[in-house]
């Protein structure tokens, strides 16, 4: 078991920069794979970028080449950096944490707003 807890959200305007952080209760060298995942009123919740234990990464479309998610295994703390933020990049952030292949975690979300 492993509990999320999701920072960094805001207000910004377009073109800017953000960094989520998701703070874990427990060591992440052995998760499996971490993602972030947003939700936008009306919508669905989307992926937007999962890295593995091994470092291997994936981005939905929309934000490759803008977004990039990293983890520092000393701090069992997972980030994502996102930068050229566009006004549909707004959404409520949540981290997922993924145990034994089958066992998802999720954060409470934080509110990202991109507008100016």
């Known amino acids: 078991q ?3 807890v999701e920072s960094g ?3 910004v305007q377009p073109g800017g920069s953000l960094r989520l952080s998701c703070v874990a209760s427990r060591s992440i060298v052995s998760i499996n794979t971490m993602g972030w995942y947003r939700q936008a009123p009306g919508k669905q919740r989307e992926l937007v970028a ?3 234990s091994g470092g291997t ?3 939905v479309d929309s934000v490759k080449g803008r977004f990039i998610i990293s983890r520092d295994n000393a701090k069992n703390t997972l980030y994502l950096q996102m930068n050229s933020l566009k006004p549909e990049d ?3 952030y949540y981290c997922r944490a993924t145990l034994f292949a089958t066992l998802n975690y999720w954060g409470q979300g ?3 707003t991109v507008s100016s």
Request: hydrophobic residues 40%; without cysteine.
């Open 2 to 4: 492993v509990q999320l």
């Open 50 to 52: 999962t890295m593995t």
């Open 57 to 59: 990464t994936d981005y």
């Open 90 to 92: 707004t959404a409520v």
């Open 9 to 11: 959200g805001g207000l």
């Open 110 to 112: 934080t509110q990202v």
